[in-house]
T-cell receptor
Framework: NAGVTQTPKFRILKIGQSMTLQCTQDMNHNYMYWYRQDPGMGLKLIYYSVGAGITDKGEVPNGYNVSRSTTEDFPLRLELAAPSQTSVYFC????????????FGNGTRLTVT | QQQVKQSPQSLIVQKGGISIINCAYENTAFDYFPWYQQFPGKGPALLIAIRPDVSEKKEGRFTISFNKSAKQFSLHIMDSQPGDSATYFCAASMRTGFQKLVFGTGTRLLVSP
């Protein structure tokens, strides 16, 4: 059972480049999330989705875009990468119950130089 | 008002000791308080959670204490073991549909052998 799979694990981007962080889950969860984790800052919600075709902004959406064409996949797009986007990115999924645990992937470490 | 304040930032405890991590919140609409555990190179995973209608929840060596009037909750790890060395995040959300967790800034726990 793979759970939540993120690719790539590491990436270095130059300022102004673009990339897509991939996330897929095999638990048939309706809810999916993208968080970024910075040292001493905890996890901040970037975007989330409550089902295929439905996405919404979280706390820190600027500079990112998402799409949700299937239940399984929730890619995060970075356009015109900036040093401030250097972070570790986590994708997560959960069931629809109010106390359903979030299942996180192992993260993508992104450096923008 | 959406913040969850967590302390300490780091903690060193001897094997067999008690680890205590504290969190405080302002938003009285929060009514679900989970703790997530994160090992290096991995995504966070749900450890234990509490609702505000109980003052304490225990699962094995892990206990959440909740003080609704003070708007504080804490994680106690009894008989701490080197395998407990990880980063711990408290979080809070409202039980209204989508689980939009607000995370604390994290506590890095090191249990010395």
């Amino acid at each position: 059972n793979a759970g939540v799979t993120q690719t790539p694990k590491f990436r270095i981007l130059k300022i102004g480049q673009s990339m897509t962080l991939q996330c897929t889950q095999d638990m048939n969860h309706n809810y999916m999330y993208w968080y970024r984790q910075d040292p001493g800052m905890g996890l901040k919600l970037i975007y989330y989705s409550v089902g295929a075709g439905i996405t919404d902004k979280g706390e820190v959406p600027n500079g990112y875009n998402v799409s949700r064409s299937t239940t399984e996949d929730f890619p995060l797009r970075l356009e015109l990468a900036a040093p401030s986007q250097t972070s570790v990115y986590f994708c997560a999924s959960s069931g629809t119950g109010w106390n359903s645990p979030l299942h996180f992937g192992n993260g993508t470490r992104l450096t923008v130089t | 008002q959406q913040q969850v304040k967590q302390s300490p930032q780091s903690l060193i405890v001897q094997k067999g000791g008690i680890s205590i991590i504290n969190c405080a919140y302002e938003n009285t609409a929060f009514d679900y308080f989970p703790w997530y555990q994160q090992f290096p190179g991995k995504g966070p995973a749900l450890l234990i959670a509490i609702r505000p209608d109980v003052s304490e929840k225990k699962e094995g060596r892990f206990t959440i204490s909740f003080n609704k009037s003070a708007k504080q909750f804490s994680l106690h790890i009894m008989d701490s073991q080197p395998g407990d060395s990880a980063t711990y995040f408290c979080a809070a959300s409202m039980r209204t549909g989508f689980q939009k967790l607000v995370f604390g800034t994290g506590t890095r726990l090191l249990v010395s052998p």
